[in-house]
């Protein structure tokens, strides 16, 4: 079994910066993509930003080139630095991660609990 946890959310003021982690522990082989979604109030879940196993990115339209998306696959962890954060940036952010379990095991997706992340003018 297999948990994700988050740390790194929080109140901060618009044009302020954040760094989310998520760290994965349990019966991991290997992990393959791993990402963050968010889900404001009254909006869909989105993919904020995703990253490859070999280090490939993927951004949203609307964070990109202020979101920094990285992994540290020694310490199954993926993180998202968060800089020039505006009020819309608001929301519960979640971390995603495919995970094999064994050699030649298919592939399981993992979420995390959420965190809250706030940005106030």
């Known amino acids: 079994q297999v948990q994700l946890v988050e740390s790194g959310g929080g109140l901060v003021q618009a044009g302020g910066s954040l760094r989310l982690s998520c760290a994965a522990s349990g019966s991991i082989f290997s992990i393959n993509n791993m990402g963050w979604y968010r889900q404001a109030p009254g909006k869909q879940r989105e993919l904020v930003a995703a990253?490859?196993?070999?280090?490939?990115?993927n951004y949203a339209d609307s964070v990109k080139g202020r979101f920094t998306i990285s992994r540290d696959n020694a310490k199954n962890t993926v993180y998202l630095q968060m800089s020039s954060l505006k009020p819309e940036d608001t929301a519960v952010y979640y971390c995603t991660a495919e995970i094999f379990h064994q050699l030649l095991s298919p592939r399981r997706d993992y979420w995390g609990q959420g965190t809250q992340v706030t940005v106030s003018s």
């Open positions: 990253i490859t196993s070999g280090g490939s990115t």
